[in-house]
Each structure stands twice: as structure tokens, then as C-alpha cells.
């Protein structure tokens, strides 16, 4: 079993596992779609305020530390 098996499975942290499944099934060309959207991410005329507001948390949470503290975030956001 790969990692060590089911020790593996019990002590791995969180943080160790995300980084591991996004290597595997998240490819490096969709991170950095994801990154260049989330900062260049504007409203559309036919979004409302809350579908803008969930698409932006949505690129937020695939890019975790990448998009920045909080302020960064809200200064991103207006």
C-alpha cells in the first residue's frame, strides 16, 4: 500500500492529504486559470450580487492560502 497504508490514513494530516490529492487531481494549468480569474474577477451585468459573492468565495476556497489574508481578499473583492 502506497504512504504506508492504513498508518498513513490515520496520521496524515489535513493539510498533507489536501496537498497530495491536488497534485494528483488538480492540474497545475487549472490552478493557474482559477488564480488568474479569482484576480481579475469583475460582475457581470447579468449576475446578481449574491451569484458574484459565491463565484468569488467558490475561486477563493480552490486557491486557500493563494488568495491572500482576509483584507487581501475584501480589497480583491470590491
Sequence with gaps: QAKG???WLVTVTWADF?????LQFF???????LKREYHSIRQI???TSTEFMQRFLRLAGFLGAA???EEE???NFQ
Design 73 to 75: 481578499q475584501a480589497k
Design 45 to 47: 451585468s447579468s449576475e
Design 5 to 7: 497504508g492504513d498508518t
Design 18 to 22: 489536501k496537498k497530495l490529492f491536488l
Design 27 to 33: 492540474p497545475r494549468a487549472e490552478q493557474e486559470r
Design 67 to 69: 488568495a491572500g489574508t
